[in-house]
């Protein structure tokens, strides 16, 4: 199938028309447009990756498991730090898109430079051509009333060669003499224009084709940049996802070495307090407290003599003893 190319589709068959060049430019146009779209989207994405790694350094800073120990504690402080290295990562992301939006903003400048002298050349030989054409338009039209004027003259002459003097005769061949000089005069200048008119066609023509082709150029750079741009940034994306994936990893082979038992026994050996526990509390009747008291105020047989009695006047009736008849524990 034969290539489509610039220089071939974009014509007009009027000579004053640019539509075909209009419409390249356009299409540039929109290039450029969409050249700066993407510089901002990756502007604004690494903006994004900035703020998403500072959010995580802060976070990476965070207490976090300040009073574990042991096996537990290696790995939560492994956990922190790759999470600021993930941080790290992300920044450095942000970087690199940085970086890859200014070649994207440096390409869009250098395309636009060299697209500038083009379009100048192109538009001083438009305004050059319509000029000419406009010019040699005026011309034909005056080439063609001097043509008619001649016509005329020589009609009338010839009209009055029979009923006219001699001196109107000489007349009327003067006018036509004069006419015929003017029409050859319009003519020449007619056909000067003319001439200049194609000469300027032909120096447009090349220099049409020349500028589709820088242009038809421009556009494959662009779209090649463009395609490429956001590869790479597809790339690095998915590089960090796989860096991010490596960190998270050394994270799990920390946590792979936390044993559980280890961590136990290492709490008891450091904060033990002992591996007795408390003996059971009894119950205690406070009336067998009583009868235990008052059996331990007996005197011991064998061991200790008798208390003597107590004291009393005589005829006292608050005491009496067991010898006395009619003892009695009871009172009345």
Not at 209 to 224: L, S
């Amino acid at each position: 199938m034969r290539e489509l190319h610039f220089k071939d589709n974009f014509w007009n068959t009027d000579i004053t028309s640019t539509a075909g060049y209009d419409t390249i430019i356009q299409h540039l146009n929109d290039g450029k447009r969409t050249c700066k779209e993407i510089e901002d989207f990756m502007k604004a994405r690494a903006a994004i990756e900035e703020k998403y790694a500072k959010d995580l350094l802060g976070l990476s800073k965070k207490v976090c498991g300040h009073s574990e120990m042991n096996t537990l504690k290696r790995s939560l402080d492994v956990f922190k730090l790759q999470t600021e290295n993930v941080s790290l990562s992300h920044l450095h992301l942000a970087q690199t898109m940085r970086e890859e939006a200014k070649k994207l903003e440096d390409f869009r400048e250098k395309q636009k430079e060299a697209r500038k002298r083009i379009e100048q050349q192109m538009d001083a030989l438009h305004k050059q051509k319509v000029a000419q054409y406009k010019k040699t338009a005026e011309a034909k039209k005056t080439y063609d009333q001097k043509c008619r004027d001649k016509e005329e003259a020589e009609q009338n002459m010839n009209r009055n060669a029979t009923t006219s003097s001699s001196k109107q005769q000489e007349k009327l061949y003067t006018k036509t003499q004069q006419a015929k000089q003017t029409a050859e005069e319009a003519d020449r200048i007619y056909s000067q224009n003319v001439l200049v008119l194609g000469k300027m066609r032909e120096e447009w023509l090349n220099e049409h084709v020349k500028a589709c082709e820088f242009f038809e150029k421009q556009e494959v750079e662009r779209i090649n940049m463009l395609r490429n741009i956001v590869w790479t940034h597809l790339n690095h994306l998915s590089q960090q996802c796989v860096t991010s994936d490596e960190i998270h990893e050394e994270v799990r082979k920390s946590l792979e070495q936390c044993n559980v038992q280890e961590d136990i026994e290492h709490f008891v050996n450091l904060r033990r307090t002992g591996d007795k526990p408390p003996a059971p509390v009894p119950y205690e009747n406070f009336y067998n407290n009583q009868r235990s008291a008052g059996v331990r105020s007996l005197p011991t047989p064998g061991r200790r003599a008798a208390a003597p009695p107590p004291p009393t006047a005589e005829n006292d009736p608050l005491y009496s003893t067991v010898a006395e008849p009619g003892y009695s524990l009871i009172r009345y």
